[in-house]
């Protein structure tokens, strides 16, 4: 089964402009460990989540265009309406949907709550000096990710938001653009 990473694509499309100053004011400083945190533990956001709002601008691309389903922060999806709509279904499973408006719109960011089993007898680890430094090679389990859509990945750091060929497959159905599906695990750009 194919799996990428998932990327962005700033010289064709917006990225959300959300930072912590604007997050912290709308759900309050005192869940900075909580946000900081969340990747690698996979805690619930939404009980902390709250009149969060944002706005699209151009990253790399002049007058870049609104993209249908993006990345916020490399492991959360940002979904428009007509994203959320088609995606919502298949994606619940695997995490919660955070409201969001941006710029007056009604959005969501998901939190994807769900790690991939890797498959450890073909992952390589990379050394640097006699220290561990990521990895070579990075495979996930065919049985674990059969029936999946999005995860994460302990190994890697739950630093990247990976997706199956079927999630692949629902976006370009559906023609929701925004993301690039990069078949390289590991690539950093």
């Known amino acids: 089964m194919n799996v990428y990473q998932l990327k962005e694509l700033p010289k064709e499309y917006q990225g959300l402009q959300l930072g912590p100053s604007e997050l912290f004011a709308a759900i309050g400083k005192q869940h900075m460990m909580t946000i900081h945190k ?54 619940e499973k695997e995490g919660e949907f955070l409201p969001i408006s941006i710029e007056g719109e009604h959005a969501f960011i998901f939190n994807c709550l769900s790690f991939a089993v890797e498959d450890e007898s073909l992952c390589v680890k990379k050394y640097l000096d006699g220290i561990e430094d990521g990895l070579e090679t990075l495979y996930f389990d065919e049985d674990d990710i059969k029936d999946r859509l999005l995860f994460k990945s302990r190994l890697q750091g739950c630093q990247t938001l990976y997706a199956t060929e079927t999630f692949k497959t629902l976006c370009e159905e559906h023609g929701l653009h925004g993301l690039h599906f990069e078949p390289d695990l590991l690539s950093v750009f």
């Open 38 to 91: 969340q990747r690698s533990q996979n805690t619930s956001l939404l009980p902390i989540w709250a009149n969060v709002s944002a706005s699209f601008s151009d990253v790399l691309g002049k007058n870049s265009t609104l993209p249908d389903v993006s990345l916020w922060a490399s492991t959360y999806l940002v979904l428009r309406d007509n994203a959320y709509n088609i995606l919502k279904p298949a994606l």
